[in-house]
C-alpha cells in the first residue's frame, strides 16, 4: 500500500512540473509559491502547537460564535428567514449565519495579522534574501485554509438539511479571488504603514468591528432601510462577498453578478495600490526595526 501511495504522489508530481511548463510563470515565482505554501504550513502548525485540538479550535470558536448569534438573533429577537429549499426555522437561521461568518471571519483574521507581520519577524527583514512581499500573506493564506474546514462542516450541515449539495457550489472560486485579493491588498497596506505607526493594529481592530456591524451578517439585508441598502451592497464588498457565499451554498442561485464585477474590480485596485505603497516603503523597513 505505501508503494503504491509513493508511485501515485511521484506520478502526480510529474503531470503537476509538466503542467508547470505550460504557464507563463518564472522558475523564480514557482520557488516564492513554494516557499509561500511552506510558510503557511509552518504558520497552521505552530498556531495551536502543543493543543489537544490543534486546528479546530478556529471551527470550534466559528460554532461558539454562531450559537450566541443563533440564541440572540433568532430566539431573542425573533429574526425570521426563509430560504428556498431550507425549512423556516432556528437551524436554518444559523445555516444563514454560518455562511455569512465564513468569508468575514477568514478576511478579518488574516488582515488583522497581516498587519503585524512585517513587526514581528524583524529577523526576516533584515535578511537580504528573504522575499519580503511574502510576509502580509502567510497569515492571509493560512486563515483562508483553517476556513476550509468550517466550509465543509457548513456543506456537511446543508447536505443533512436538503439532502443534496447545489450545483453552484463550483461557482465559489470565482468569490474568493475578490475576498483574497481585497485582504491581500488591505493586508500590504496596513503591514507597511504599522512599521511606521504601530497605532495602526489597534486602529484597524476599532474600524474592523464597526466594518462588521456595517455588514449585513449577523441581520439580513432586507433590515436595512430601502435608502441605504444599496449603499451599503455597492460600497461594502463584504456585503456582496457575504451575500454571494449564502445564495451559492444555501439556495443555489446567482445572484449579484453586477456587484460581483464591482468588487473584482475594487479588490484589484486596491490591491495594487496596498503592493505599491508595500514595495516603495520596503527598503526602509530594515533601518526601522
Keep these: 500500500m505505501g508503494k503504491v501511495r509513493r508511485s501515485f504522489k511521484a506520478k502526480l508530481q510529474n503531470q503537476i512540473q509538466k503542467f508547470r511548463h505550460w504557464l507563463p510563470i518564472s522558475s523564480q515565482t514557482w520557488l516564492k509559491l513554494e516557499l509561500l505554501k511552506a510558510l503557511v504550513g509552518r504558520n497552521l502548525e505552530a498556531r495551536y502547537k502543543g493543543s489537544i485540538l490543534g486546528n479546530l479550535w478556529p471551527l470550534i470558536n466559528q460554532l461558539i460564535q454562531l450559537l450566541i448569534y443563533t440564541y440572540v438573533f433568532s430566539i431573542v429577537l425573533k429574526v425570521k428567514l426563509s430560504l428556498r429549499g431550507l425549512p423556516d426555522n432556528d437551524f436554518t437561521f444559523g445555516l444563514w449565519l454560518f455562511a455569512g461568518l465564513l468569508p468575514w471571519t477568514a478576511f478579518s483574521n488574516g488582515l488583522l495579522q497581516a498587519t503585524v507581520a512585517v513587526v514581528e519577524q524583524p529577523n526576516l527583514v533584515k535578511k537580504v534574501v528573504f522575499p519580503l512581499a511574502l510576509l502580509p500573506l502567510v497569515p492571509i493564506c493560512a486563515t483562508f485554509v483553517e476556513s476550509m474546514i468550517g466550509l465543509a462542516t457548513l456543506l456537511v450541515m446543508v447536505a443533512f438539511t436538503t439532502k443534496s449539495l447545489p450545483s453552484t457550489l463550483v461557482l465559489l472560486p470565482l468569490v474568493w479571488i475578490p475576498q483574497l485579493l481585497l485582504a491581500m491588498g488591505l493586508g ?27 455588514t449585513p451578517i449577523i441581520y439580513p439585508a432586507s433590515a436595512i432601510p430601502a435608502e441605504w441598502r444599496q449603499w451599503i451592497l455597492w ?7 457575504a451575500e ?18 464591482f468588487v473584482l474590480l475594487l479588490s484589484i485596485g486596491l490591491f495594487a495600490i496596498g503592493i505599491s505603497v508595500y514595495r516603495r516603503l520596503r527598503p526602509a523597513f530594515a533601518d526601522v526595526l
Design 244 to 261: 454571494l457565499y449564502r445564495d451559492i451554498i444555501l439556495t443555489g442561485t446567482i445572484n449579484h453578478q453586477t456587484e460581483w464585477g
Design 188 to 214: 500590504y497596506l496596513t503591514s507597511a504603514l504599522t512599521v511606521f505607526l504601530r497605532d495602526i493594529p489597534q486602529t484597524l481592530g476599532v474600524a474592523l468591528n464597526f466594518w462588521f456591524y456595517l
Design 235 to 241: 460600497l461594502n464588498p463584504m456585503t456582496t462577498i
